[in-house]
């Protein structure tokens, strides 16, 4: 069982950054992947960005050149840095984790952050 724990959200201006953070119970070079994804009211959550245990990072069109998925020297802890925010970045953002179980895999997710972008 993975745990994971988001912080960082809140309300900002459009333009604005700001930094989300995600901790895990397990190292994150054990993990397959983990990603961001974020839901917006009355739409479906979608996927942001991935980061592997490699370091290879991919994005998402929409925030592509925006936002950078980055992983700490703790091993346990993922960061997504927002910047040039905009209103349609408003949404509750999820940190998800995929990991081995057998043979298959098993997904993970945290409980979600707001993020709120806003004049």
């Known amino acids: 069982q993975v745990q994971l724990v988001e912080s960082g959200g809140g309300l900002v201006q459009p333009g604005e950054s700001l930094k989300l953070s995600c901790t895990t119970t397990?190292?994150?070079?054990?993990?397959?992947?983990m990603a961001w994804f974020r839901q917006a009211p009355g739409k479906q959550r979608e996927w942001v960005a991935t980061?592997?245990?490699?370091?290879?990072?991919v994005y998402a069109d929409s925030v592509e050149g925006r936002f950078s998925i980055s992983r700490d020297s703790t091993k346990y802890t993922v960061h997504l840095q927002m910047s040039s925010l905009k209103p349609e970045d408003t949404a509750v953002y999820y940190c998800?984790?995929?990991?081995?179980?057998?043979?298959?895999?098993?997904?993970?997710w945290g409980q979600g952050t707001q993020v709120t972008v806003s004049s």
């Open positions: 980061i592997t245990p490699g370091g290879r990072t």
């Open positions: 998800h984790a995929e990991d081995e179980l057998g043979m298959g895999t098993i997904d993970f």
């Open positions: 397990k190292s994150i070079f054990d993990l397959n992947v």
